[in-house]
């Protein structure tokens, strides 16, 4: 890699992906970028950037995870603060693109936030974005900037495989989550099963049937999310219902949302006591505490690899073939 490329070039991680930002700094020799975040007692956000961005390719790492609206607002600023800064490019690495489940109106008198906070980045002044598995590819289409929806089922599989599970079937925790499912199945060669999930309101999911036969099988649900972990405990009930052997859950995000009142780590020892082996998830966003259960891809590699690529001008097409990720 050419060194001026790099030193042509910054990274800066906001309160969400600060750890994730110092390893990708590390990996890519990149210069971590120096930033204080101030709040005024009325909660203002004020940012003071203490390295030079003057004509830098400036990368900004932030996950728009919980609390949801603080962190998006952080990462506004953010931007605005590098535009103002003269920064020559502004890239905007989003692990978790919070808000991309309302993507499109079900009903009347609905938003579709996720196509805002997309016109937000790109008035802020944002110039391209990366980010893992959108809920839905169609996200892309509300910028008129590039978009990197970067795919983790390589990823994923890479760690299924290592657990050398036998007699195994992809499960579909709905029927968005169907082409998600055959791309995993695929990389695994493997069937798929799906479960028809209805959702009756916010937070509360509905499992009414299960497509295919997992009887004896041992069972991996896909799902792009993990939020309150009802859709996989359901999941989970219904196959064993049906007689599965282990379930195992692969889920790009592991939000688990809980309560005030409740345990941080409520959701994912939920899903383990209702009986599942393992999740096996990445660290796009990280509020729970570490332990044996969760098994945790780390993105700074990809991120990595996708920053040296782009700064030396070579394509990143390789990181849309699951293969490739699978190997990596
Ligand atoms: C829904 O379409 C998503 O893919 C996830 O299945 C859902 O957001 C998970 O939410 P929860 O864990 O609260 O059921």
Redesign the pocket.
């Known amino acids: 890699m050419q060194n001026t490329n790099i030193n042509s070039s910054i990274i800066f991680g906001l309160s969400t992906s600060k750890k994730i930002a110092e390893e990708v700094a590390k990996k890519t020799k990149i210069k971590l970028g120096d930033s204080e975040i101030k709040h005024f007692k009325d909660g203002e956000i004020y940012f003071k950037i203490e390295t030079s961005v003057r004509n830098k390719n400036t990368f900004i790492i932030q996950s728009t995870s919980n609390p949801v609206n603080e962190n998006l607002m952080e990462l506004l600023i953010f931007i605005d603060t590098l535009k103002r800064s003269s920064a020559k490019e502004i890239n905007l690495i989003i692990p978790y693109y919070g808000y991309a489940?309302q993507d499109r109106k079900n009903n009347g008198r609905q938003p579709i936030t996720a196509a805002l906070v997309a016109r937000l980045l790109q008035e802020a002044g944002a110039d391209r974005v990366i980010s893992f598995d959108l809920?839905s590819s169609q996200i892309q289409g509300f910028f008129k900037i590039p978009v990197d929806d970067l795919r983790t089922h390589g990823l994923l599989a890479r760690e299924i495989k290592k657990e050398n599970i036998k007699n195994l079937i992809i499960v579909s925790?709905?029927h968005?989550?169907i082409g998600r499912a055959r791309s995993l199945a695929k990389i695994l060669n493997t069937e798929i099963a799906i479960i028809d999930?209805r959702?009756v309101k916010a937070?509360?999911?509905i499992v009414t049937n299960l497509i295919g036969n997992v009887k004896n099988k041992n069972c991996v649900i896909i799902?792009?999310?993990?939020?309150?972990?009802?859709?996989?405990?359901?999941g989970i009930k219904i196959l064993k219902k049906n007689g599965a052997k282990n379930i195992y859950i692969a889920?790009t995000h592991s939000?688990f949302?809980t309560d005030k009142n409740e345990d941080r780590d409520f959701?994912w020892k939920k899903i383990r006591e209702i009986g599942a082996k393992m999740i096996i998830t990445t660290n796009s966003v990280m509020n729970y505490s570490k332990n044996d259960f969760v098994k945790i891809v780390d993105l700074a590699i990809p991120i990595s690899e996708v920053i040296l690529k782009h700064i030396n001008d070579q394509s990143i097409i390789d990181h849309f073939i699951e293969k490739y990720n699978t190997n990596i």
């Open positions: 489940r809920h925790p709905d968005g989550g999930k959702r937070n509360e999911a799902d792009d999310i993990i939020d309150t972990g009802g859709t996989i405990i359901e889920a939000l949302s959701v």
